[in-house]
Nanobody, 118 residues
Framework: QVQLVESGGGLVQAGGSLRLSCVAS????????MGWYRQAPGKQREPVAV??????NYADSVKGRFTISRDNAKNTVYLQMDSLKLEDAGVYYCNEEIRTTRGTYSFWGQGTQVTVSS
């Protein structure tokens, strides 16, 4: 029905940058909310950044360093991550609230690994 595919993760040194992408495909009428979450080993999944319409919200830990943006024409959401810290490491997931031909649902991507080295 709908698939979310993330990309852009990898290994980066502390202080470096990465740009994550998440492309949605399938029976999409519109995308209401697009967000990024992360999960570090042994920890719960937590919200990182969410964009709803023209409004964005960020976790306090990433404010000023991460930027979420969306390209509606491409059904894509990005997460620009700058000044990465060791504690930013984890699996990053995109989550979207999508209106489909069968109703409105929340979808998750498969995750992309971000590793930050010292």
């Amino acid at each position: 029905q709908v698939q979310l595919v993330e990309s852009g993760g990898g290994l980066v040194q502390a202080g470096g940058s990465l740009r994550l992408s998440c492309v949605a495909s399938g029976s999409i009428i519109s995308i209401n909310v697009m967000g990024w979450y992360r999960q570090a080993p042994g920890k719960q999944r937590e919200p990182v950044a969410v964009v709803r319409g023209g409004s964005s919200n960020y976790a306090d830990s990433v404010k000023g360093r991460f930027t979420i943006s969306r390209d509606n024409a491409k059904n894509t959401v990005y997460l620009q991550m700058d000044s990465l810290k060791l504690e930013d490491a984890g699996v990053y997931y995109c989550n979207e609230e999508i209106r489909t031909t069968r109703g409105t649902y929340s979808f998750w991507g498969q995750g992309t690994q971000v590793t930050v080295s010292s």
